[in-house]
């Protein structure tokens, strides 16, 4: 980890396309401004933390979870054909 040490008003460079601004110091806060392109997501790090940890939660899949898929019948395809739960018959 890089550790500087920036007055209020000084800036810091990261590549050639974001500055990163101290605006305010008060107390234990400080404000930072941000310059950076649209494309670059900027998240304050305990909410970055808290979606990663929602995203992993979402995706882990229990298997026994999707055993009842069989009974719910046949499946409609977007060509407007269905096929039965039992792949027999086949409707266009």
Known sequence: M?????KTGESI?????ITLEVISVAGNTVKIGIEAP??????????YD????????ASAV???DLSGLNDL???????????DKDKKNIKT
């Open 50 to 57: 808290m979606i990663k940890n929602e995203n992993i939660s």
């Open 13 to 17: 460079k990261i590549g050639d396309n």
């Open 38 to 47: 649209k494309e670059v997501g900027i998240l304050r790090k305990e909410l």
């Open 2 to 6: 890089l550790i500087l040490a920036r």
């Open 62 to 64: 229990n298997l026994s």
């Open 73 to 83: 019948g046949g499946i409609s395809r977007p060509d407007g054909a269905y096929i």
